[in-house]
């Protein structure tokens, strides 16, 4: 795969939306693209700020971390809060299938190392990553509360299984209950 393979493949991104939104009948609902930026200007803000980040390593992540779905569309987990169309498990494998042939067809393996670090969690870069992604997904769900932009409740997304992937990081808890908080008190 040539540079111009990778960018069409790349390119899908901009144009799948995100499964729970749709789902929830959130009127043109963000991409899986959009929800990469965000994720990335999230992660340049708090890494900046964050001596202990290697911020270029946090964005890698980022970057990669959603790239299979290009291929595999966003598919959402049977052990998702509302239910879902296949285990954790299987989507992982099918993922790191096309994440494989995408590094490999590129010639560039860090791609398929970033995308499993991001996997893993094992490095606190990569345990913040998974943080942001959380926090970009509370954001996004309370944003379209705000705007009334859904047909079935959206309240899952900040439930405290959600805010619970954020406890490790105090900052990012701290203001998506306060996200909340304000949302909570706007009439919709």
Known sequence: MDLIGFLEIANRLKE???SGWVERGVKDAET???HSFMMC???????????????DRLLKMILV????EAVTGDLISKEYWNGGHMPKKEIYELEQKEMKKIAE?????ELLEWWEEFEETKTKEARLARIIDKFEMIHQALEYKKAGNY???LEG????????YLKEDPELLALA?????ITKSIKA
Do not use: Q, S, T
């Open 157 to 164: 997304f900040w439930d405290d299984k959600n805010l619970g």
């Open 151 to 153: 047909k079935k409740p």
């Open 32 to 34: 899986i693209a959009e």
């Open 105 to 109: 067809k590129l010639g560039l393996p």
């Open 65 to 68: 971390h959603d790239l299979p």
């Open 41 to 55: 200007l999230i992660a340049l803000v708090l890494g900046l700020k964050r001596k202990d980040i290697y911020v």
């Open 177 to 181: 209950k306060e996200l909340i908080r």
């Open 16 to 18: 799948i939306r995100r």
